[in-house]
C-alpha cells in the first residue's frame, strides 16, 4: 500500500514525526489538530472559539487534497473537560458537519494547555 503526505501552511506546523494528513486506502488522515491559529499561534480561550479553529485547521489540510467536512466519515475528539465542555463543544462541531454525520468517537483527554484535539478520516473522491 502506498501513502502520500499531505502539507499545507494554512494549518498548524507538526510538533514532531508526524505528517499533517496522510493519503491511504482511499481515505485522507489527519493528525490530531489543535486550536492554533496557524499565521499567529494564537489559541482562543474558550472551548467553542477553538473548537472553530481546530475545524478550520483540519478544513484547511482536506482542502489540500480537494476535499472538505463533507467528505469526513470519522472524527475522533478529545475534550480536555469533557463533561463542562461538551455542550460548548457539540453546537460548534454541528455547525460544521451535516447528515449524514460522520461517526464521532468523544473522550475527555489530559490536553497540553488547550481544550480540545480532533482528528478525521475522509473518504477521497471518485
Known sequence: ????AVQTDNAPVPAGAYSQGVVAGGFLYTAGFGPQDPATGRVAP?????????????????????LTLDDVVKSTVHLENLKADFPEFNAVYEEHFTAPYPVRTTVGSDLADILVEIDVVAKLRD
Open 1 to 4: 500500500m502506498s501513502k502520500k
Open 46 to 66: 474558550t472551548v467553542g472559539e477553538q473548537t472553530k479553529q481546530v475545524l478550520a485547521n483540519v478544513a484547511a489540510v482536506l482542502a489540500e487534497h480537494g
